[in-house]
């Protein structure tokens, strides 16, 4: 392969790297009205009364929205399919507001300054109501976050608001209670995960205005721009054809701008208006009003025979979505559907649980969901039982985990808000990525420990998996277009989010019709211009939306063998293609120039333009084993990260420079949930941890040395071999960590983040036990 | 009010209010590589050079720049391409938001330090927050550009 898995640069990196415009906010029009919304400095609470006479009167404000401007339309954020699988629980402004940052109101005025100076005008009377804010009395508590009559779900979720719950589920193969009964090893422990923040370094942005043809077109830092549109159409009651999306460059996701936030005030604005308005989040914002991954609480118990065989494994869940239910049973469902199959060879499996409302900022989509809650849970849980069988815990992992050719049941009966699909692991190539990640971090020379003085030197581990988009559900399309001098566009709806998909896509498609990259220009994407797509989440976008642009290709192709044929007077089958020269059996030939020249210009003028689809009908996982060195002072706690070997199946690399970056990445961002990311809300519900300052995300500081490897994999269902690479780097870091804190101390930390001070107070305790 | 400033080798007068800064200022006036990440100081987002160093943009105030040298990386753009290219090589440009205000801070770091070791590296660029590369390709194309001679 000339161009698939050939380290290629980023078709857009280094212009944007110059600086040039490409950004949301770099692409407002002037002139645009600012949006700024009021918000609730309570946890829970009705308005009673807003006195907003002084800001309407404030020259230069152009509109104050309060929920009475709304007509009752629930919908929900989440970005996802139709229909969706979450709650349909969220009103664009409502007279409730139920978490600190929630909107109380919003203003459109000339400038920023005249925004604010309306908001300090404007009065606003709450009654204070009870919040809950432990997730653990949500249900069936007095208290009762949505008790208004219009939300619903679409389809049963689950959903039971009067208890304050949000969808729940339940599953079970084999009988989990006999299995155990009969285990000679059980470990039954609990553990709690935070609600980590994305800090995607672009705040959520969004502008708007009218075109010339009267319609709204909004320029939006989505993943979604096709259910954002859905989503618009719906909630404000705007025609749809009357609406386009277009997605700029995107400035990072993670999951994060999976959903709509800001684009209902501004494209209510400008539609009213006629004028063009933006909005841009603060960081604060960004923290307290959109969304977070979901807190949770993993009670597990697992099951080993006398062998060390495992048995049966017990997942009760309990899931925090917040004040909204947005993704609230798909990352629920994904705790088991992901993490589970790991150990195929047990008896009996069961997984149940519900997703509670709070009156926390919400829950949604980031990056590994679920999964690595699951994760973290499970191979915590499988050290633990490991140690208690005093067995080694890589030897457990390599007996008792999945192999290639094998499957689980558990594929078939859980998906994601749905039933599953089952499949085979044709590829996984697991037993490769464990054992060569442990030669890679040096585990028998340090395992359990290595005591240097001041510290000591320990290592863990841990295995995930993941999917490749949502089988039967999810679908992505590409559009190939010839031009003159025989250079091609391919079109695009999956959002590039800065995790490379452009590159990716177009390499692929050059690929297949042996061209190179810079005759192959991508763009994304364009509700008006560009087919539908799903848009990037799920690990969708290489896997499905490169199964359509191979498609595509393929389609191009053969348009292309029979326009030579017919130049070259020979049959399709007899031409020869080596993507510059077409040659006949006979030895005439034509290049691709003179033959797109002709076509555009002179001879059967004709534009040459494919489309095709692809909706998965299985999602493969990648696999990857993850090992952490670290060194832990004794005195202080102190962490100090030496080495993260992540040994990764992903099948074929496309772009092997990118998906390392994916890895890397996402080895960081889980490092970050294990040990940074701690999440402090106030007694009064308030979120603390609500800017950089106080919510530490990893700096480079913090980062010596990322180890990552590929092992050779060739999925037959994915372009060119490829699996999804996005998400799987992610899910590890937490397990082990905590398992290497484990082997360096014999302390066993079950609540996430792992910081200093708890590892501190962990050893003090010990030492305490240890006394007494 | 007026502002007299250098931007990028270039004498410009600037309209702005007393309270304004540098982050909107130059936005208003279409440095459009510079960008606002989190309001308080933290993300290395929004960094300018100011009189050659690196500073957030988004904590000084326009009137106080006045006469001041200021680059954005507009500025640099021969040099920009130069790290770009490095950049390129290592895949280290993911979604790129902070790419512009980093090119400028290595940019700085190259004319301040001399043949600094990777700690030193670090410790110049800590400042700079990015949550998609985990920063190991970013380091290998920082350390090529500061080795390539071209």
Known sequence: MKVVNNKIHSVDGLGILKGRPAFTDDLFEKNSLIIKVLRSPHAYARIVKIDDALARELPGVEMVMTYKDFPRIPYTRAGQGYPEPSPIDKFVLDEYVRHVGDEVLAVAAIDAKTCEKALSLIKVEYEVLTPVLDFETAIDNKDIIHPEKEIHEMFPIGFEPKRNIAASYKMHIGDVEKSLSECEYVVKESFYTQAQAHVMMEPHTVNARIDYQERLVIYTSTQTPYHMRRIIA?????????????????????????????????????????????????????????????????????????????????????????????????????????????????????????????NHTSAGAYRGYGAIQGNFALESAIDMLCHKMGVDPVEFRQINMMKENETSPIFAIMGEGTEGTAMDMETCKLEECVSRGKKLIGWDDIYPRVDLGDKIKSVGMAIAMQGSGIPYIDMGSATIKLNDNGFYNLLIGATDIGQGSDTVLAQIAAEELMTTIDKMIVYSSDTDLTPFDCGAYASSTTYVSGNAVLRAARKMKDTLLQEAARVLESKVEEIDFDGEVFTSKSNKSITLIDLSNQLTYSESQQQLSVTSSYVGHKSPPPFMAGFVEVDIDKETGEIDIINYVSVVDCGTTINPLLAEGQVNGAIVQGLGMAIFEDVKYSESGKLVSNSLINYKIPTRLDIKKLTTEFVDSYEESGPFGAKSVGEIGIDTPPAAFANAVYNGFGIRIKTLPITPEKILFALQEKERNHHE | MKVNLIVNNQKKIFECEPGDFLLDTLRTYNYLSVRRGCDTTNCGVCTILFDGKPVPSCSVLTAKANGHQITTVEGIQAEATKIGKHFGDEGADQCGYCNPSLALTVYAMKKELNNPNMEEIKEYLVSNLCRCTGYIAQERAIKSYLGDES
Do not use: C, W
């Open chain 1, 234 to 358: 719906h909630a404000l009651e705007i025609p749809i054809q009357k609406i386009r999306v277009i997605k700029p460059r995107v400035g990072g996701g993670f999951g994060g701008k999976q959903a709509i936030h800001g684009e209902m005030f501004v494209s209510y604005v400008t539609y009213k208006t006629g004028k063009p308005a933006k909005m841009v989040y603060t960081r604060k914002e960004v923290f307290e009003s959109t969304y977070t991954r979901h807190p949770m609480r993993l009670d597990v118990t697992l099951g080993a025979d006398k062998n060390g065989a495992l048995k049966a494994i017990d997942f009760h869940v309990l899931s925090d979505t917040g004040a909204y239910g947005e993704h609230a049973l798909t990352v629920f469902m994904v705790v088991g559907s992901k993490v589970l199959p790991l150990y195929n060879k047990v008896d009996s499996v069961r997984f149940f649980g519900d997703v509670v409302y709070t």
